[in-house]
């Protein structure tokens, strides 16, 4: 019986390593503060079009909950990475009430 369910689970591990997380470098195109009031809704466009959650959207765009400390902080690096043509490498966890990829963190590169 172990041995079928460790079978089972060996199994569906390639499946879980194509959930949300870090993707491939990328480069931003543009930074799109949204209308909310709160600034909670902020566009970031990237060149590359990684979907590891397979949103409905799959454009490029992607959501940053910019009215959050985390949030905030991804703002700040995606305006550093997009002022100094640097590449980023975006953690993409989940979909947005559009169907976009959420950006959940960013890592700039030198």
Known sequence: MI???LFGALLLLPLLAEAGGWTTPSTIL????EAQDDGSRLTIVFDTKNNPDNCQN???Y???YASTPK???IVATAMLAYSSAKQVTP???GCDDWGRPIVSGLWLWK
């Open 71 to 73: 949030g905030k902080n």
């Open 91 to 93: 953690a993409l966890i």
């Open 3 to 5: 041995k079928k369910l």
């Open 58 to 60: 799959n454009s490029g």
């Open 30 to 33: 543009a930074i799109i503060p």
């Open 62 to 64: 992607t959501r940053v």
